[in-house]
């Protein structure tokens, strides 16, 4: 794949439109698979072109700017419920997936379409369940969308509404889960990990993210 002819500005208004949703038409998220013709240096700047591009469009329809919670890159192995990430009450999660033996499985969970179509089965208790779901899963099941096809050997961006529940949000986020089908720590599995949140302009920017180093180090945290 030649990156130039990656239409990034394409993707972004995409994902403007199904990821940072105000309402439950869209889904809560885009799945973009890159294939395997691309180095990982390059699909790293890829996910730098598509923060930026994102920063842009979020300003001219939100009036907010997106920082950086974080970014890195994890070699991650484990199985989890679904869950929010822990960031800010309106935020973003970009994962990159590199190529890896590890067969894996990725889930989202839209419970907030869930809580509005059965109001009496959540009890208006929507908070006690951020950040990780700990209800009865066979009730989230009707809303739960697995991420296919999700192939192990390819580069891939899965870009999520990570916002939580709070009342006066704009944007409505969704519950993320990893299953890992083949877990063998004597190889990685890349995931580079992007958390973005979505704040007043005029709110100083408190971290300090060196993006020409993420696109080239070769650290892996574990």
């Not at 500005?9 to 949703?21: E, H, P, S, Y």
């Not at 990982?40 to 996910?47: A, G, K």
């Not at 190889?187 to 302009?201: D, F, H």
Request: charged residues 25%; aromatic residues 10%.
């Amino acid at each position: 794949m030649e990156t130039e002819k990656v239409d990034i500005k394409n993707i972004a208004r995409d994902a403007l439109t199904n990821v940072f949703r105000t309402d439950t038409d869209q889904s809560g998220f885009i799945h973009i698979d890159f294939g395997q013709d691309i180095s990982s240096t390059e699909f790293r700047t890829l996910m730098i072109q598509l923060k930026t591009e994102l920063s842009v469009l979020v300003a001219n329809k939100f009036h907010k700017k997106l920082t950086y919670q974080w970014l890195g890159r994890f070699d991650q192995q484990l199985t989890t419920p679904h869950h929010l990430d822990n960031a800010a009450d309106q935020s973003f999660l970009m994962l990159g997936y590199e190529p890896s033996d590890i067969e894996s499985e990725l889930y989202l969970a839209d419970y907030h379409k869930f809580s509005k179509e059965n109001k009496k089965a959540v009890n208006n208790n929507f908070d006690e369940s951020n950040p990780i779901y700990l209800g009865d899963e066979k009730l989230l099941e009707p809303y739960i969308t697995k991420v296919q096809p999700f192939p192990k050997d390819t580069y891939k961006i899965v870009l999520i509404n990570n916002s939580n529940s709070k009342a006066e949000n704009l944007t409505l986020g969704v519950f993320h889960k990893a299953t890992i089908i083949n877990q063998d720590l004597s190889k990685k599995r890349v995931v580079n990990s992007m958390m973005l949140n979505m704040v007043p302009m005029n709110l100083r920017d408190e971290k300090k993210i060196d993006e020409a180093d993420f696109k080239i180090t070769e650290h892996v945290s574990t």
